[in-house]
């Protein structure tokens, strides 16, 4: 998600473009701006007023619920969660465990986002106890995905080391429940072409974007709000969910970015561009590849 790319030469026989993925993406914005799904997001500090002014941008709205007892009860009314180990503090991080139980049991689809994953040992030790109750999705850069799988130790903090080709097996692992028994319905890795793995939908690859998402803060976190936002109108199609969740967020951010004249005027152009993205924007503008046969489950 972090720089415009040309669509990325497909391996040997494989991939190829997906027409219908930019109306499927339209359909799904529509579908989210008419629902206006209600997003529980326990996520980190640093990044709570950019994840709910992008929701707002979007047609959804937050609610930053991180406290032990409430947590549980509104993840049962949210229409999605998200989970992000940004800061993980003691009381979110019961709050977290909390609230993706009751996600779970009351069938709220629950996003996972394991910030800065692998060498410290509170949050990894934490997300790996959310990730063996199953997120609905599991997004993240491609050292995090990695490091949360057990692959590997993580990158530099919240950067990657690796590129998200480089998570694409474990991903494929873990949507098939092959990963140490865990399985989870999609997995999404941001990189500068993103990737998509779900059994529904196959490995699909996301090429907009705009290298300015990495210059602002909170712009790869508030994209795990969005993708919770989408799940909320999908959710019986987790993969469907973060392949247009990515595509809205990465164009209006590529769109945003050709009036910037850098990150301080990106920011709110963002927000403008995501309010007012259309679904023709979406047709005209998403690159979006499906490496064909589909992830089998």
Do not use: K, Y
């Not at 972090?2 to 190829?16: F, K, L």
């Not at 950019?50 to 049962?76: H, K, Y």
């Amino acid at each position: 998600m972090h720089t415009a790319a040309p669509v990325p030469t497909p391996p040997a026989g494989s991939p190829g473009p997906g027409p219908d993925w930019a109306h499927r993406t339209a359909t799904l914005l529509e579908a989210v701006r008419a629902r206006g799904p209600l997003v529980h997001c326990i996520t980190n500090t640093v990044v709570q007023n950019v994840t709910a002014n992008v929701l707002l941008a979007l047609g959804a709205s937050a609610a930053m619920v991180d406290v032990v007892t409430e947590a549980g009860a509104f993840a049962r009314v949210a229409d999605a969660l998200l989970v992000n180990t940004g800061t993980p503090h003691a009381e979110p991080r019961l709050a977290s465990v909390e609230a993706a139980t009751a996600a779970v049991d009351a069938g709220t689809p629950w996003v996972l986002d394991p910030v800065a994953v692998g060498s410290l040992p509170v949050r990894t030790a934490l997300a790996r106890e959310l990730l063996a109750l199953g997120p609905t999705v599991l997004r993240g850069n491609a050292s995090e995905v990695l490091a949360v799988l057990g692959v590997s130790t993580g990158g530099r903090g919240v950067d990657s080391t690796v590129g998200a080709e480089d998570a694409r097996d474990a991903a494929v692992d873990a949507v098939a429940g092959s990963t140490a028994g865990r399985r989870v319905a999609a997995v999404a890795v941001s990189g500068p072409v993103d990737l998509l793995v779900a059994p529904t939908t196959g490995t699909v690859r996301v090429a907009n974007g705009t290298e300015l998402l990495t210059r602002i803060t909170g712009g790869g976190c508030a994209l795990g709000a969005v993708v919770a936002a989408f799940t909320a109108v999908s959710p019986d199609d987790a993969g469907a969910a973060a392949v247009a969740a990515t595509a809205v967020h990465t164009i209006a951010a590529e769109l945003a970015a050709r009036d910037a004249g850098g990150p301080g005027t990106f920011q709110p152009l963002f927000l403008d561009r995501l309010a007012s993205l259309t679904p023709e924007d979406v047709v005209r503008t998403a690159r979006i590849t499906v490496e064909t046969p589909a992830v089998t489950a």
